[in-house]
């Protein structure tokens, strides 16, 4: 499975980016699709993810600014974020699961860089 996430830049506090993550190769077996976040000097984090039947989670700290959509006919994962903040700022990478292997298998798409300034 390959992931290639776009849309990254720079926008002043309470604006808006939009992510997308394209999948390709043996996607079949991917349950989940979703986003992580790693700002310098800190761990990476989870930000929101989507199963193939379309539920959402979302971190409490993006809950109700972010929004994360699936097109699977496009293999496609993206996040809206809105009500930008200087704490968003960080790397964002994509991410697939498949949940039928033991242990699950995490697949990882290049970062996307996200600035947000004050």
């Known amino acids: 499975v390959q992931l290639q996430a776009s849309g990254g830049g720079l926008v002043q506090a309470g604006g808006s980016l939009r992510l997308s993550c394209a999948a390709s190769?043996?996607?079949?077996?991917?349950?989940?699709m979703g986003w992580y976040r790693q700002a310098p000097g800190k761990e990476r984090e989870w930000v929101a993810t989507?199963?193939?039947?379309?539920?959402?989670n979302y971190a409490d700290s993006v809950k109700g600014r972010f929004t994360i959509s699936r097109d699977n006919a496009k293999d496609t994962v993206s996040l809206q974020m809105n009500s930008l903040k200087p704490e968003d700022t960080a790397v964002y990478y994509c991410?697939?699961?498949?949940?039928?292997?033991?242990?699950?298998?995490?697949?990882w798409g290049q970062g996307t860089q996200v600035t947000v300034s004050s």
């Open positions: 190769g043996s996607i079949g077996n991917i349950n989940s």
């Open positions: 989507i199963t193939s039947g379309g539920s959402t």
């Open positions: 991410n697939a699961v498949n949940t039928g292997t033991i242990p699950m298998t995490h697949y």
